[in-house]
């Protein structure tokens, strides 16, 4: 099976899970998009309003901005896949609760081992805390490179969090330029 079937297949069961009860409210189970061979992956969050209307992640006023910093980074379509730590839209955008989480992972954990990508990038605090410490500081170690068995993993500040605070663009794009020089490196 190559990495479209298995993730065709991972979707299929994703799609009929019932193991939290983020079942009972969404509109569609948000599994994630992108190039089956990435050598990148983006994790986020959780899907929010737009993401459960179209079963997409990424693809609301957030998304449209990471489009920008992927556009700056020259990483095409292909080159990256993009997932969420939560499949399912919390009511009211609220915080995923830890037991969402935990029902979650096994889906993301399935997903990175078809994928197997070379370089990690969580998408703001809550992805962060669950990939990379429970203990991340966003605004101290963001743009930081850690690495564990051979991967590369740095978080960036999630995007909705530079549309509410633009003075944190520019950071943003001097993360994203680590990015493009990783990518470039492989
Ligand atoms: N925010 C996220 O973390 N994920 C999405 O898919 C959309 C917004």
Same mark, same amino acid.
Not at 1 to 6: L, R, V
Not at 31 to 37: A, D, I, L, P, T
Not at 94 to 111: S, V
């Given at each position: ?6 993730l ?22 948000v ?7 990435a ?29 920008? @910093?992927?556009? @700056? ?6 080159? @990256? ?10 009511p ?12 979650? &992972? ?22 962060? &805390?669950?990939? =990379? ?19 590369? =993993?740095?978080?960036? @500040? ?20 680590? =990015?493009?020089e990783? &990518?470039k490196?492989?």
């Open positions: 099976m190559d990495n479209k079937e298995a065709a297949a991972l979707a299929e069961r994703c799609g009929a899970c019932e193991n939290c009860s983020l079942c009972k409210t969404r509109t569609n189970v599994f994630g998009r992108g190039g089956e061979n050598k990148l992956l983006f994790i986020g969050e959780a899907p929010g309003e737009n993401e459960d209307k179209t079963g997409l992640p990424f693809v609301g006023a957030a998304g449209k901005l990471l489009d920008k @910093y992927l556009d @700056y980074a020259e990483i095409g379509e292909d080159e @990256y896949y993009i997932a969420n730590i939560l499949k399912c839209r919390p009211h955008n609220r915080d995923p609760l830890p037991e969402e989480e935990d029902a979650c &992972m096994p889906f993301l954990r399935e997903q990175l081992s078809i994928l197997k990508p070379k370089i990690i990038v969580c998408l703001g605090r809550i992805s962060a &805390m669950r990939i =990379i410490d429970p203990e991340f500081r966003i605004t101290k170690q963001h743009g930081v490179w850690f690495e564990n068995n051979g991967v590369k =993993i740095m978080a960036v @500040y999630h995007p909705a969090a530079l549309l509410r605070d633009p003075r944190k663009k520019e950071e943003m794009l001097l993360d994203f330029k680590k =990015i493009r990783e &990518m490196s492989l």
